[in-house]
């Protein structure tokens, strides 16, 4: 009677694998495809913007020029119902125009200081370790909440910030790192914008 021996056992077996090269190099040839199609949306809707905002300033200066006829106007007659109700009317216009020139000048800087440079700066520092779920922009403050592999990714991955042009000058005030219910390191950094002083 023969013995047979099984020398073929399960560590010699090939394993599975779940993410091959050709799929990650896949993933992140999209991902950084992405990431140009919103740059260049970005910097359309900023053109647009600006656009909108020299047009609006035209109209400001035109209808100033125009009240201030009318207020001389005004002036050198004797008060004419009709007249005062014109420059009244005019007036109220400015206003309205005023208030949207501050909104369309308000959301061209937010454009222009770089939501756009800022995303291709945070791609170009990407972190093989480091997974970004939520980017948040008010005013100069910046928010960043993702997640982590290692706690050890985190700082390495802000050290990077240095190298780019629309992270460079911004001083982290806030880190906060926990681990959810899944046992995942999740964190949220928060910025100011350092403005610096000179004497």
């Given at each position: 009677?023969?013995?047979?021996?099984?020398?073929?056992?399960?560590?010699?077996?090939?394993?599975?694998?779940?993410?091959?090269?050709?799929?990650?190099?896949?993933?992140?040839?999209?991902?950084?495809?992405?990431?140009?199609?919103?740059v260049y949306m970005a910097e359309n809707d900023k053109a647009v913007l600006e656009q909108k905002v020299k047009w609006a300033?035209?109209?400001?200066?035109?209808?100033?020029?125009?009240?201030?006829?009318?207020?001389?106007?005004?002036?050198l007659h004797v008060q004419n119902p009709a007249l005062i109700q014109q420059l009244a009317r005019l007036r109220t216009r400015?206003?309205?125009?005023?208030?949207?020139?501050?909104?369309?000048?308000?959301?061209?800087?937010?454009?222009?200081?770089?939501?756009?440079?800022?995303?291709?700066?945070?791609?170009?520092?990407?972190?093989?370790?480091?997974?970004?779920?939520?980017?948040?922009?008010?005013?100069?403050?910046?928010?960043?909440?993702?997640?982590?592999?290692?706690?050890?990714?985190?700082?390495?991955?802000?050290?990077?910030?240095?190298?780019?042009?629309?992270?460079?000058?911004?001083?982290?005030?806030?880190?906060?790192?926990?681990?959810?219910?899944?046992?995942?390191?999740?964190?949220?950094?928060?910025?100011?914008?350092?403005?610096?002083?000179?004497?």
């Amino acid at each position: 009677m023969k013995n047979r021996v099984n020398l073929y056992t399960q560590a010699f077996k090939p394993k599975k694998e779940y993410l091959t090269l050709m799929q990650a190099v896949v993933a992140i040839t999209s991902a950084l495809v992405v990431m140009l199609a919103l740059v260049y949306m970005a910097e359309n809707d900023k053109a647009v913007l600006e656009q909108k905002v020299k047009w609006a300033k035209n109209q400001l200066i035109e209808q100033e020029a125009e009240v201030a006829d009318l207020s001389n106007q005004v002036s050198l007659h004797v008060q004419n119902p009709a007249l005062i109700q014109q420059l009244a009317r005019l007036r109220t216009r400015l206003q309205y125009r005023d208030e949207l020139l501050v909104q369309l000048s308000d959301l061209a800087l937010v454009q222009s200081s770089g939501f756009a440079i800022l995303m291709s700066d945070l791609a170009l520092q990407r972190d093989r370790d480091i997974r970004l779920n939520q980017i948040r922009l008010s005013g100069d403050r910046m928010t960043l909440t993702g997640i982590a592999r290692t706690h050890e990714a985190i700082p390495r991955w802000i050290r990077k910030f240095s190298q780019g042009k629309s992270l460079q000058g911004r001083e982290f005030n806030l880190l906060n790192i926990n681990r959810n219910s899944d046992d995942v390191i999740a964190f949220t950094l928060t910025n100011q914008l350092v403005v610096e002083v000179s004497e």
